[in-house]
């Protein structure tokens, strides 16, 4: 029993000192090692080399799916129709406009075209969960040069000049297109922010903007 304790001990202990021995480019002794070489479908590319990765393959993959293939490869047999270019993503068909998940089209009015942009009306409904969503958004993205109240009056204020008060008169009657428009291409000193915020996100700033300034 003594013996069995011992031999169970050193074996534990030297599987554990060959585990450690991970580092660089050996990834040491792995176990399951196909939960950590998942074979993913890569959007721009397929790896058709059915050799990629022989060296490191564990997947026996059966012989009716990717018989013969090893661990990277990727082609995709369901999508073969895009093979010729070499991606997994479809193209789509021509002529073809993307949509958000709300539908919408992109928003392509250039920057110098803010006239235009201002007579476009909101999307959105005037709900308190839209004002609600729209103050966390003014707080995150806007607050910190307009101020919280949109007086002009934010942290950046108190170094730089020029940065519009959104209360003043000036400003009164910019409709929620006007504001959309400014957040997606900015204006003057104020940077474009399309970027960063959705269209959806953009609107509802816009309404609270509007909020703001009863
Ligand atoms: C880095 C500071 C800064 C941030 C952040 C910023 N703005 Fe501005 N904003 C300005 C400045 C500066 C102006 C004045 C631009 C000019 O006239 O040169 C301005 C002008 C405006 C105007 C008036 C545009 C016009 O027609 O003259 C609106 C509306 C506006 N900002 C809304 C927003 C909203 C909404 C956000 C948040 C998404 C935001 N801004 C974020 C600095 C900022």
Request: aromatic share 10%; with cysteine; charged share 20%.
């Amino acid at each position: 029993m003594k013996l069995l304790r011992h031999i169970f001990l050193f074996g534990s202990l030297g599987t554990l000192a060959m585990a450690c021995g991970a580092g660089g480019d050996d990834q040491g002794t792995e176990y399951a090692p196909n939960m950590y070489h998942s074979v993913a479908y890569e959007p721009y590319t397929q790896i058709t080399d059915p050799e990629a990765g022989a060296w490191l393959t564990s997947i026996e993959y059966s012989e009716s799916e990717m018989p013969g293939h090893a661990e990277f490869y990727n082609s995709n047999t369901l999508n073969a129709a895009v093979m010729n270019v070499n991606m997994n993503m479809r193209t789509p068909p021509a002529n073809t406009v993307p949509r958000n998940k709300q539908g919408w089209l992109p928003y392509r009015l250039p920057k110098d075209s803010l006239e235009i942009g201002a007579k476009r009306k909101s999307p959105l409904d005037s709900t308190a969960q839209v004002l609600a969503d729209g103050k966390v958004l003014y707080e995150s993205y806007c607050q910190h040069c307009h101020g919280a109240k949109g007086a002009g009056d934010g942290k950046v204020a108190d170094k730089y000049a020029g940065i519009a008060n959104l209360k003043g008169d000036a400003y009164k009657n910019i409709t929620e297109g006007h504001i959309f428009h400014v957040i997606t291409h900015g204006k003057g000193l104020m940077w474009a922010h399309g970027s960063q915020i959705s269209p959806e996100d953009r609107w509802k700033i816009a309404k609270y903007v509007k909020a703001l300034q009863k």
